[in-house]
């Protein structure tokens, strides 16, 4: 595989509690994001699951620099992005666009298509000179299947599908190397999912993007991911090949939620066999102590409380050349198949 | 259109009893500023006790609709029932008064929505919610209703119920809030229960929980219920027959296995096929193709015709009526034999 084109080295994002009106003091902190290490390479897309809460949106605005990381770096080509600010950042950030998951909220409804697609020319008008916007307005509406004549329509005259190819044009209209999808597909309808899943797939070809795609539908993250990262509470739980993390998890929270998956085959409804985790994820703001998983994991020793998993190739698993050999964070890594996770 | 469907009134194997609860011939229109927005055209479906029906369909397709026009909380105007009858346990629900229906609500229809915490009163707590189901419809006292709210809860696996019974949903997780939800649609033990998107703001393994948990209870009770959801996965999971919606029709209903091995309609042959398969990996996959379609504006003769890959001069001009393809299934498409492969 070629070079990374971005490397994120122990992230960390603590939003501090304060308590108090006038004199604020710290009384905790939630620790959305708590350490987090992945590489994405040139062209390819790096998928991130997890529940609401895990802290993948959290990361998604941290690799853009939206909100200020506590530590850690995010290298993009040798530089650390998370200590840039001014003209540095603003040139980085032409390279690394983002996609976000509401089409409704995401874009101005007081704007026309073609001033929001057109506004990052605004912010970089070394991308496209005064005259040729409209021209370049134009081929982005027809590079993600729009009618190049709706450039002055509102956004509400469209439906969510639209609206969402509406935000892709935005996110490409200055040539970006990384784009950063946050839950692109989660808003729309079943029919309409598949439109937008093969547009982005039809686009990376075509312009060598990188993606960064968050979102909580496995089977969909499966399709479009060449490696999947699966996260828990602020830390990477495993992370491998999309066909390693989906037929051979070896991290025990991994393998529940794959088991978990409603497959759409009533047939396997008698066969399955399913992992019910217990109890809901613990708050980010008290995390528990070592794993982060212990409290709901049916592996958990004592040494999961004191001791904290280190996100790399169980010792078992080393050298072994098989699909397990991959980055689990777990004590008692195994592989374990779950029944149905070939479907997901 | 009036079609009646054939399969609607087939008892279920074992019972000779008329079903729980049957809708008929059922259309939902909304006057709005813009004209006439048809919600549902002739929706026709039926449960038994104890069974589960799962109406799937995409946003706009009425499914949301005929379930509230089933529990009577439409808002009339916009809305208006023009046509239909909906059956509950033989009596038409929609020639009832006010207060006949009012009785009903609560104590033999009950409903579970999808968003619980907006559907939870956040200055009540659950407790006091839980326990009104019993001061109002049983005349029970304060003290004594708390103690029901108790017992609800542990029944739904609230842990450390009675240290919680006064807290406020706030200070609930989602998936909490859900069972607080299905506590209070079980609360008077009704005959059947509509579960409008119960799992689509969960996490999988919280989804999973619930699910399981409203699949136990329906056992235990002998419930009939409705489950309202997009999602072909969590339906494979627990129904035992499906009615797939769209642009306010049914377009195919049948028992579950069947529906994913062989559908007999285009539209639900597009929605399983656009799911991610492993098969189809690096490769496009199946999109349908256009829109949903506009409600004031369906598109004349089968309303699926714009975006179908069968469709025909037929399609254009005929509204396909709800032919039986088989034992207890139903497709509403002029071209249902090839669509089936035979």
């Not at chain 1, 008692?332 to 029944?339: G, I, Q, S, T």
Request: hydrophobic content about 40%; some cysteine.
């Amino acid at each position: 595989m070629s070079e990374p084109i971005l490397q994120v080295r122990n992230l960390v994002k603590h939003f501090p509690l304060t308590q108090g009106v006038l004199f604020k003091k710290q009384i905790g902190a939630v620790k959305a994001v708590d350490g987090i290490s992945f590489d994405l390479y040139r062209g390819e897309t790096l998928g991130i699951v997890g529940e609401s809460g895990c802290g993948k949106s959290t990361v998604a605005k941290l690799l853009m620099n939206l909100e200020q990381a506590t530590s850690g770096e995010v290298f993009y080509k040798g530089q650390d992005i998370t200590k840039l600010s001014g003209r540095a950042l603003k040139a980085v950030r032409r390279n690394i666009q983002m996609v976000f998951q509401d089409p409704y909220t995401s874009l101005n409804p007081r704007m026309t298509v073609g001033d929001i697609i057109g506004e990052p020319f605004d912010i970089h008008p070394e991308v496209a000179p005064k005259g040729s916007r409209r021209a370049k307005v134009e081929e982005l509406l027809d590079v993600v299947g729009l009618n190049p004549e709706y450039i002055n329509r509102y956004p509400h005259q469209f439906s969510g599908g639209q609206r969402q190819r509406i935000g892709i044009a935005r996110g490409l209209a200055l040539n970006p190397e990384i784009i950063i999808c946050d839950e692109p597909v989660s808003a729309l309808d079943v029919s309409v999912q598949a439109q937008v899943v093969n547009l982005m797939e039809k686009l990376q070809d075509e312009f060598d993007l990188s993606y960064v795609f968050i979102a909580h539908d496995l089977s969909i993250v499966r399709h479009i991911s060449d490696r999947v990262g699966v996260m828990y509470l602020g830390r990477m739980a495993e992370i491998g090949t999309d066909a390693e993390i989906y037929e051979h998890p070896t991290h025990p929270y991994t393998q529940a939620l794959l088991s978990a998956v409603p497959v759409p085959d009533p047939e396997a409804r008698e066969h399955r066999e399913r992992i019910i985790l217990a109890g809901d994820v613990p708050s980010p703001a008290n995390p528990p102590s070592g794993c982060r998983f212990r409290t709901r994991c049916w592996k958990a020793e004592d040494r999961c409380a004191e001791e904290t998993p280190l996100l790399a190739v169980p010792t078992r698993f080393q050298g072994a050349g098989t699909p397990a050999e991959h980055e689990s964070a777990c004590h008692f890594a195994e592989e374990k198949d779950p029944v149905g996770s070939h479907a997901a | 259109m009036t079609v009646i469907d054939q399969t609607a009134g087939a008892p279920a194997p074992g019972t000779t009893t008329a079903p729980l609860l049957e809708v008929r011939d059922l259309h939902v229109e909304f006057h709005t500023r813009d004209g006439v927005a048809k919600a549902v055209n002739g929706v026709n479906y039926s449960v038994n006790a104890g069974e589960t029906l799962a109406v799937l369909g995409e946003s706009g397709s009425g499914k949301s609709v005929t379930a509230q026009a089933i529990m009577g909380i439409l808002d009339m105007p916009p809305g208006r029932i023009p046509r239909g009858e909906i059956l509950f346990q033989g009596r038409d629900m929609l020639k009832m008064s006010a207060e006949e229906r009012r009785k009903l609500r609560g104590r033999k229809i009950a409903m579970i929505f999808q968003d619980a915490l907006s559907s939870l009163n956040p200055v009540l707590s659950v407790g006091y919610q839980l326990g009104e189901m019993f001061r109002a419809h049983q005349g029970l006292s304060r003290k004594a209703a708390k103690a029901k709210a108790i017992e609800l809860m542990d029944r739904v696996r609230i842990p450390a119920a009675k240290e919680r019974v006064n807290d406020y949903p706030h200070q609930f997780s989602g998936g909490m809030r859900q069972r607080i939800m299905i506590a209070m649609a079980l609360a008077l033990e009704p005959d059947l229960i509509i579960a409008d998107e119960p799992t689509t703001a969960l996490d999988v393994t919280v989804q999973a929980q619930v699910m399981d948990l409203l699949a136990e209870l329906q056992q235990e009770f002998t419930m009939g219920l409705i489950l309202i959801t997009h999602d072909l996965g969590v339906v494979a999971d627990v129904a035992d027959k499906i009615a797939v919606m769209y642009a306010g029709r049914i377009v195919e209903d049948a028992p579950v296995h069947e529906i994913y091995k062989r559908p007999a309609h285009p539209y639900t042959k597009g929605l399983l096929q656009s799911i991610p398969r492993l098969d189809q990996k690096g490769q496009e996959l199946y999109a349908i193709k256009g829109l949903p379609p506009n409600l004031l504006r369906i598109p004349s003769g089968c309303a699926f015709n714009p975006r179908c890959p069968m469709a025909q001069d037929i399609c254009r001009t005929e509204v396909p009526v709800l032919h039986t393809v088989g034992d207890r299934r139903g497709s509403a498409c002029h071209f249902w034999k090839e669509t089936l492969g035979e």
